[in-house]
């Protein structure tokens, strides 16, 4: 929520007071306010502020989004998003009519987007078989409604970037191992001898384009050379939750519901990568030095022997009941808009398809490589949040093949930006934030110099006799 928002959350508030067994002079005692101020809110006399939400966040325990009316961002930045599309022919509809179909029947939102999600791909894909290099724009839609990374990044979401049991059992075995006091990697060397397993590092020459193979007749596991070490130990973790947790991950898989078998294959690698990560950044320790350290990604790195990627990606997966961290949305994007990696433990809501705004400093981050920048974006419907973005290099990197060069973008909810190294030195009082949307598809701003597109419910407007910054122009639905 940003700064200065207000929201009615009466009814939540009271459902949530009763579960707890309070008064509304016991809650008000606890959060520090009257009692006549919770009475008014809970009779939606009053709204919400953003310092309210937190306070009952911080004295709770919970995640704000479990408050906010709009708590499934994803869902309401999809269906709006869907309610777009021209052959619906939907009109402009006001923010407030979808807020109320969202509030009244998610349910029912989330069915439509089922459905539509059917009908675009029964549309594109005879469009896709034709020729699929025609128009690179519906070759992304379609495969974003068909390919399994659609099901697990959906997954994901759900579980708010967050798997318990994976991340209990990884701490678990991190303690085992003392890897707060041993060197990392002959630790976990180690445990894969007591498999019977030896690791190799070998030649790139040798590995060609493979940067990890298991042998298990050979009980061998090969890395390439390319690999640094932080990533080096990344994959002895892989295999690690392979041996060890192969029964936890194959209940996990059970209960996805998922069915298409490259979406069961893909929630697998994403589960054990998933406890690797937990398990060379152990939950109750990182998120300890997390808070120690302000989120400082760069510090983290170097005291966990992580790469800033992996710092940045667990850092959206502190979710744990009675330990959250900062809820994260994370995002790993390549030089021409490319979306591979995208997370959120918050209310960011994601583009389904077409890429993300030019305007987010993601993309800037490679005109200053390695370097981190830090901006205020707000969307829409209204939400500001602190990004911070860098670029990394991906492994590899030799004399005619470069490593490939990717940026990495960590933000969260405007709010809890004064609890980040990044902000210091901000007035976030005073800073005006960037206007983005989810791309340009979707995004109804005028007057955008960065637009490439018109928005897909707008008609183009051409006018002969003028030129501005805005290279497209549009008009009323």
Same mark, same amino acid.
């Given at each position: 929520?940003?700064?200065?928002?207000?929201?009615?959350?009466?009814?939540?508030?009271?459902?949530?007071?009763?579960?707890?067994?309070?008064?509304?002079?016991?809650?008000?005692?606890?959060?520090?306010?009257?009692?006549?101020?919770?009475?008014?809110?809970?009779?939606?006399?009053?709204?919400?502020?953003?310092?309210?939400?937190?306070? &009952? =966040?911080?004295?709770?325990? @919970?995640?704000?989004? !479990?408050?906010?009316?709009?708590?499934? /961002?994803? #869902?309401? +930045?999809?269906?709006?998003?869907?309610?777009?599309?021209?052959?619906?022919?939907?009109?402009?509809?006001?923010?407030?009519?979808?807020?109320?179909?969202?509030?009244?029947?998610?349910?029912?939102?989330?069915?439509?987007?089922?459905?539509?999600?059917?009908?675009?791909?029964?549309?594109?894909?005879?469009?896709?078989?034709?020729?699929?290099?025609?128009?690179?724009?519906?070759?992304?839609?379609?495969?974003?409604?068909?390919?399994?990374?659609?099901?697990?990044?959906?997954?994901?979401?759900?579980?708010?970037?967050?798997?318990?049991?994976?991340?209990?059992?990884?701490?678990? &075995? =991190?303690?085992?191992?003392? @890897?707060?006091?041993? !060197?990392?990697?002959?630790?976990?060397? /180690?445990? #894969?001898? +007591?498999?019977?397993?030896?690791?190799?590092?070998?030649?790139?020459?040798?590995?060609?384009?493979?940067?990890?193979?298991?042998?298990?007749?050979?009980?061998?596991?090969?890395?390439?050379?390319?690999?640094?070490?932080?990533?080096?130990?990344?994959?002895?973790?892989?295999?690690?939750?392979?041996?060890?947790?192969?029964?936890?991950?194959?209940?996990?898989?059970?209960?996805?519901?998922?069915?298409?078998?490259?979406?069961?294959?893909?929630?697998?690698?994403?589960?054990?990568?998933?406890?690797?990560?937990?398990?060379?950044?152990?939950?109750?320790?990182?998120?300890?030095?997390?808070?120690?350290?302000?989120?400082?990604?760069?510090?983290?790195?170097?005291?966990?022997?992580?790469?800033?990627?992996?710092?940045?990606?667990?850092?959206?997966?502190?979710?744990?009941?009675?330990?959250?961290?900062?809820?994260?949305?994370?995002?790993?994007?390549?030089?021409?808009?490319?979306?591979?990696?995208?997370?959120?433990?918050?209310?960011?809501?994601?583009?389904?398809?077409?890429?993300?705004?030019?305007?987010?400093?993601?993309?800037?981050?490679?005109?200053?490589?390695?370097?981190?920048?830090?901006?205020?974006?707000?969307?829409?419907?209204?939400?500001?949040?602190?990004?911070?973005?860098?670029?990394?290099?991906?492994?590899?990197?030799?004399?005619?093949?470069?490593?490939?060069?990717?940026?990495?973008?960590?933000?969260?909810?405007?709010?809890?930006?004064?609890?980040?190294?990044?902000?210091?030195?901000?007035?976030?009082?005073?800073?005006?934030?960037?206007?983005?949307?989810?791309?340009?598809?979707?995004?109804?701003?005028?007057?955008?110099?960065?637009?490439?597109?018109?928005?897909?419910?707008?008609?183009?407007?051409?006018?002969?006799?003028?030129?501005?910054?805005?290279?497209?122009?549009?008009?009323?639905?």
């Amino acid at each position: 929520m940003a700064r200065g928002e207000k929201l009615i959350i009466g009814q939540r508030l009271r459902v949530l007071r009763q579960s707890l067994g309070l008064t509304q002079g016991q809650m008000a005692a606890e959060l520090g306010v009257s009692a006549s101020y919770i009475t008014l809110i809970e009779a939606d006399q009053r709204p919400a502020s953003a310092r309210l939400l937190l306070k &009952l =966040a911080e004295v709770y325990d @919970l995640n704000i989004a !479990e408050l906010a009316p709009s708590a499934d /961002a994803q #869902l309401a +930045a999809d269906f709006a998003a869907a309610l777009k599309d021209p052959v619906l022919e939907a009109g402009a509809l006001s923010r407030a009519e979808t807020e109320a179909v969202l509030q009244a029947s998610p349910r029912i939102a989330a069915a439509f987007l089922r459905l539509h999600d059917r009908y675009r791909e029964a549309v594109l894909r005879p469009l896709a078989e034709d020729n699929p290099m025609t128009d690179r724009d519906k070759v992304e839609a379609l495969s974003e409604g068909s390919r399994p990374v659609g099901a697990v990044r959906a997954w994901f979401y759900r579980h708010r970037n967050h798997v318990d049991a994976l991340d209990r059992a990884a701490e678990a &075995l =991190a303690a085992e191992l003392a @890897l707060h006091r041993n !060197e990392p990697h002959v630790a976990l060397s /180690a445990r #894969l001898s +007591a498999h019977g397993i030896r690791t190799r590092i070998l030649p790139a020459d040798v590995m060609g384009d493979q940067l990890r193979r298991f042998d298990l007749h050979r009980k061998e596991l090969m890395l390439s050379e390319l690999l640094r070490q932080s990533s080096r130990r990344f994959q002895i973790g892989v295999l690690l939750a392979r041996l060890e947790q192969e029964g936890l991950i194959a209940r996990l898989v059970e209960d996805s519901g998922l069915a298409d078998p490259a979406a069961v294959s893909l929630l697998r690698v994403s589960l054990a990568n998933y406890f690797a990560a937990a398990l060379v950044m152990p939950y109750g320790r990182f998120l300890a030095a997390c808070e120690a350290t302000r989120y400082d990604v760069e510090l983290l790195s170097h005291r966990f022997g992580t790469s800033f990627e992996q710092v940045a990606h667990r850092m959206s997966t502190l979710q744990r009941d009675g330990a959250r961290g900062i809820p994260f949305f994370f995002v790993r994007v390549d030089r021409a808009g490319n979306i591979s990696k995208r997370f959120s433990a918050g209310r960011f809501p994601f583009s389904r398809f077409g890429g993300t705004c030019p305007l987010w400093n993601i993309h800037a981050a490679f005109e200053m490589p390695d370097q981190v920048q830090t901006q205020v974006i707000r969307m829409p419907e209204g939400a500001s949040y602190f990004s911070v973005a860098r670029t990394v290099t991906r492994a590899g990197g030799m004399q005619g093949q470069p490593a490939q060069r990717l940026a990495i973008g960590l933000g969260c909810d405007v709010a809890y930006a004064p609890r980040l190294i990044y902000a210091d030195g901000i007035d976030l009082t005073r800073i005006r934030p960037v206007e983005i949307g989810l791309n340009c598809y979707l995004c109804e701003r005028r007057d955008c110099s960065a637009r490439a597109h018109a928005p897909i419910n707008r008609p183009l407007a051409v006018n002969e006799r003028e030129r501005s910054l805005a290279i497209f122009r549009f008009g009323e639905a």
